[in-house]
């Protein structure tokens, strides 16, 4: 069910919603350091990440202004152990001219949500310095974890990374792994 703030709408993610994701994140990717890829991504790559993402039974979700996608917020697994199913890395982006709008906050507030009923601890990784992201976070009660020292390099320069941690659900039912595959 689509959520409305404002004029922004937040909705699931569908394939056809790849070309749209391609663009705000490709900017990031070809002028920041805020991501580690450093080529280009195509819509079809975008289309496989969702797919993967909704394989996992985890969700991604779209804010849209108008017909414009302005941001989207999606979770993946943390790791591929069977005891980290309980834990979910998110990722948010927001669109280019589109920050310090309660953008982010808003695609966070849904993702999340809809995690606390299968996660225990959701996981960000943000590449430093990123003031507006650790912001975002730490207002969503975030708390910083890590910090590896010089571990990217893009653009000429060495890139720190911090992971900030929240756990969502602390009585979380902890089922033994479907071990019949």
């Not at 663009?23 to 975008?46: R, W």
Request: with cysteine; aromatic share 10%.
């Amino acid at each position: 069910m689509p959520q409305r703030n404002g004029s922004i709408r937040i909705r699931a993610t569908k394939a056809t919603d790849a070309g749209a994701i391609a663009d705000i994140y490709n900017h990031y990717v070809e002028n920041s350091t805020i991501t580690f890829e450093e080529a280009a991504v195509t819509a079809g790559e975008i289309a496989k990440r969702i797919e993967d993402v909704y394989s996992n039974h985890l969700p991604w979700y779209l804010a849209v202004a108008g017909k414009t996608v302005v941001g989207y917020a999606y979770a993946t697994p943390w790791k591929s152990r069977s005891a980290y199913r309980f834990s979910a890395e998110v990722t948010v982006y927001v669109a280019q001219g589109h920050g310090s709008r309660g953008i982010g906050t808003r695609l966070y507030r849904v993702l999340l949500s809809r995690l606390r009923k299968r996660v225990h601890t959701v996981i960000a990784g943000i590449a430093l310095p990123n003031p507006a992201s650790v912001a975002l976070h730490e207002r969503l009660r975030f708390e910083k974890v890590a910090h590896f020292s010089q571990v990217g390099f893009k653009m000429d320069q060495w890139v720190d990374v911090g992971y900030w941690q929240l756990t969502l659900n602390a009585n979380i039912m902890c089922l033994q792994p479907d071990r019949s595959s």
